[in-house]
């Protein structure tokens, strides 16, 4: 029975994605905000049961190649799909309408790269041994966390002028998210959030990224949340070499950061 505990766990992060999608793409171009608000909480309650899946397996010595694939699975549903459908919402509903209209159907269906990207980064996660110690490439939690801040800014009318403008433009979306699915395809190293040995030289880049999430959520609301995801990637550039050395635990059955 302990076997399968883990699994579940995975089972409703899958679950979670599902219906977030599911409720996104039955309100259509006419989503209302606390629908939405909703399937955002469920990528976010997703997120919480990729992490204690694989913590879970763990403490219960019960980690096996099953729940690596599962996990994956849940994680391109919740952290891939889940965040594509989102941006999907944003193109349909606050892009203007470009000429030729054959253009504007296919700027239509650009967020749906960010899934490709997420499909060929977890295929790539589960072969590559060295991510057991850091991540290469934007992890598809953090890179989810970065679409809920966008996507929550906009549609809780809490976003900057600057932000408003630019997704009222129909490019800036598709090149926002091709920018997004290169930097999860790509091989910068990136620190995890867990430790397997707690210094605090090694802290530094966590207490910094902490910091800057905290500041950011306060003075930017929603929109802090994406660019702590930002800074998260800087800072990650910033201690590259550090982090390639640093004994970091990154467990095989989770990509959570």
Not at 234 to 239: G, P, T
Request: glycine letters at 6%; charged letters at 10%; proline letters at 4%.
């Amino acid at each position: 029975m302990r076997r399968f505990i883990p699994n579940l766990l995975t089972l409703l992060n899958l679950l979670c994605g599902a219906v977030a999608v599911t409720i996104t793409l039955f309100a259509g171009a006419n989503l209302e905000t606390c629908v939405l608000n909703v399937a955002v909480f469920l990528v976010v309650l997703g997120a919480l049961f990729d992490v204690f899946d694989g913590f879970t397996a763990r403490k219960l010595g019960v980690a096996s190649p099953l729940g690596v694939q599962l996990d994956s699975l849940a994680d391109l549903v919740t952290f891939g799909f889940a965040p594509s459908i989102l941006y999907f919402h944003l193109q349909v509903s606050h892009a203007a309408s470009v000429s030729p209209a054959t253009l504007h159907s296919f700027l239509v269906f650009s967020p749906l790269m960010l899934l490709l990207f997420s499909a060929y980064r977890l295929a790539k996660f589960n072969i590559d041994t060295e991510q057991r110690y850091y991540f290469k490439g934007l992890a598809t939690p953090a890179s989810a966390l970065f679409t809920l801040g966008i996507v929550l800014a906009i549609e809780n009318n809490t976003a900057s002028p600057l932000v408003l403008a630019l997704m009222k433009a129909d490019y800036t979306l598709p090149i926002v998210v091709l920018l997004q699915g290169i930097m999860v395809v790509s091989n910068i190293p990136m620190f995890s959030l867990k430790f397997k040995q707690f210094t605090l030289a090694n802290a530094l880049p966590h207490l910094l990224f902490v910091l800057v999430l905290g500041l950011s959520l306060i003075f930017l609301k929603w929109e802090g949340l994406s660019l702590a995801m930002i800074a998260y990637v800087l800072l990650s550039l910033i201690f590259r070499k550090r982090i390639k050395v640093v004994p970091y635990k990154v467990g095989l059955e989770s990509e959570s950061v």
